[in-house]
């Protein structure tokens, strides 16, 4: 069916937009009595003789040369669409993609609710980056471009303290990254558990140190969750 429209109040009005999907796999508003901006974000523009046989990919480098992003264009239907990365486009001729500046956004939990933003990766820094494109198992050094990203006009924090709160960021998503890992490795072996404590033979003679064992876990879940 169509896409259901949706309302904003912008001061004293309202404004109508409907959510459209990229060319590259993400979501953006599309206003209908209203312009839109530009992206948010470093665009790159490729361009391709003949759509590859194999996959492509883009890397992005920060300003010490640590790979920030990788972004591909395997295909992702397997995946669920709230999990799926943009996607590179590899069509023959002129390509286009937007990438937003962070870092690799947090490992999510598999059967937990997020907003979106606070799973958002840090904001890379100011300065000189790169981006490299690879098509297949070849690379070539004129696919290979640096790009200046500028300091917010509108921030007059120093750089040192930027940099603090970068470094800040970072830790914490690591220990984040860390958390989930850990919560999700303890729900997919309590879920085992419990399929084996439902099975006709083992239910009819329960094993008490498996229903111990996932009473427990649900414990440390939960300890861990609030």
Known sequence: GEA?????????????????????GTKREHWFEAGTNPPNGVVVHYWLKEEPAGE???????????????????????????EREPRLSKRAGMNRFVWDMRDAPTIKLKEGKHGEYALRGPRVLAGVHEVRLEIGDSQFSPNVQKFTLGPDPRVP????DLQAQYDFLVEVQQKLNQL?????????????????AARPVIAQSPIPHLQSLITKLTQIEEALIQ
């Not at 259901?4 to 590259?24: D, H, K, L, M």
């Not at 890397?59 to 992702?76: A, I, N, T």
């Not at 989930?180 to 084996?196: G, S």
Request: no cysteine; hydrophobic share 35%.
């Open 56 to 82: 492509i990919e883009l890397l992005f480098s920060d300003v010490e040369g640590r790979e920030v992003r990788r972004f591909s264009s395997k295909p992702q239907d397997a995946i669920k669409p709230e």
């Open 157 to 160: 924090t120093s750089a040192v």
């Open 4 to 24: 259901p429209i949706n309302w904003r109040n912008v001061g004293t009005q309202q404004v109508a937009y409907e959510w459209r999907e990229t060319s590259y």
């Open 180 to 196: 989930h890992e850990a919560i999700n490795r303890l729900r997919e072996v309590r879920k085992q558990a419990q399929a084996w």
